[in-house]
DNA sequence: TACAATATACTAACACCGTTAGCTTGTCAG
DNA sequence: CTGACAAGCTAACGGTGTTAGTATATTGTA
């Protein structure tokens, strides 16, 4: 009755919307039915469940995050490209709360889809450190540790854990990034010998 | 009828085991009080709300994450202790994941008492780097920057986020540690000039 | 143009969740 | 012994994701 005719990419998007604006953790299947003028069940002729559509959202935030990544680094080599590769996922994180909380909560785990599309968020990293001369193995374990401060530290600032002192979180961020760039260069050391 | 006389010490403990042993994100209130033999509204008469026993149990985390940090850098000094607190860390995380998850789900904002609590888990760090020769505001930007890397690593692992490379994990972790360390050195230069 | 098939919506219900109100009853102190 | 408190209970509310079965508008095809 009345049928407007939605199709899964609405639906999806108007999850994201929702998302966004009012939090991750206040999303519900019948909420975002009742945002469409749709019962909650009829959702489901458009997916098959509740963790589906949160994948397919996860899909949607990391292709996000990479076209910033991307752009960061576009033109950029060494510890330029890094600082501003490390600017743009700090201020995503920021920026985008919901979103980058959506890329946490995703079930890495089994699903082959996702395990795949956490390459678009490893090739930008790799392309910074393209300009340092380090060998293929050394960039794998620097990768992880790039992404390991990025998001160690933007996820303990979202939770509060940042204000037990009173210095500038945005200091305490450079220092982290200078001190990766130090292990970068000392790296580049290793591999000349 | 057939009154056990359950404390609220009993339901934290209960609470605990049942987290450690069936996973965080499967835990219920109504699942709890049946392992207790009680129902789950009587639950209500030793606890106010779910709330409040998730905050309970994270106090119990902490204070177990403090135990083995104080023992990890007991007797030990600068890169060794670092070393030693960040082994302490990252077993942790890896030994009892489920505890610590109750640590990161923890609302810090907010709530006085668990913001005073953090405090516990920051001490040993700052111990550790008593060693260096650094000014107490480096320390609090040092101490974040540790915190990053290790919650980051940890947590990536954890969601399997490393499994993109066929390299070490290990190596990956002992690289992260390397370049806090050089962090620390270099700090200390700067703050000597 | 008529009809069949499909896509889109619905209602009703199930099993779970945290939580509250109100009741019973065992236990212990005065 | 008795009154008060503590510790349990049942029943219910509103919330969640999900399934089964039904109706109907649209669309493709004969």
Redesign the pocket.
Known sequence: ????????ADIIQAAIEMIESEGLH????????SR??????????????????HTEIGYYAISELKKVQLAAIAGKERSEAIESLADAYYRFGKDRPEIYKVILSLPMVKNDAIHSAGFDIVKPIMTAMAGYRLTREQMMHLQRVFRSIMHGFISQEEAGCFRQFPVDVGDSYRMAVRGFILLLENSEKEAQT
């Open positions: 009755m009345a049928r407007q005719g939605l199709t899964r206040s999303f519900s299947l019948r909420e975002l039915a469409l003028h749709i019962k909650a069940a009829s959702l489901y002729n458009h997916i098959t469940s509740s963790d589906e559509l």
